[in-house]
């Protein structure tokens, strides 16, 4: 069984830094490509951010390049997105989504459909 978990949200305000963290199970980590996608309340959901299994290939959305950072451990089974400088925008829902490596390329990896499996989501709120 394939398990993601993700913690790390809270309230913080504008200007102010979060890190959420995503283990994983389940899974041969070390194969596997792991994204950050995110979702606000009427909006579509985005892929903020992707490493890939030999942590050669990081990529970011244009939104948030620049303030988030996203690392992995494969020893740990777990990933980690460093946001800094947050503001009222970045307010989503944050899942955790991981596929295949030999899965995904440059034209889906930022396609959130092309993730198998996701977390729960833990809520991000940036507010005054």
């Known amino acids: 069984q394939v398990l993601l978990v993700e913690s790390g949200g809270g309230l913080v305000q504008p200007g102010g830094s979060l890190r959420l963290s995503c283990e994983v199970s389940g899974v041969t980590f070390a194969y596997y490509t792991i994204a950050w996608i995110r979702q606000a309340p009427g909006k579509e959901r985005e892929v903020v951010s992707s490493?890939?299994?030999?942590?050669?290939?990081?990529s970011y959305a244009d939104s948030v390049k620049g303030r988030f950072t996203i690392s992995r451990d494969n020893a740990r089974k777990a990933v980690y997105l460093q946001m800094d400088n947050l503001r009222p925008e970045d307010t989503a829902v944050y899942y955790c989504a991981a596929d295949h490596s030999a899965l995904l390329n440059s034209g889906n990896l930022y396609d959130p459909g092309a993730y198998d499996y996701w977390g729960q989501g833990t809520q991000v709120t940036v507010s005054s």
């Open positions: 490493v890939s299994d030999d942590y050669e290939s990081a």
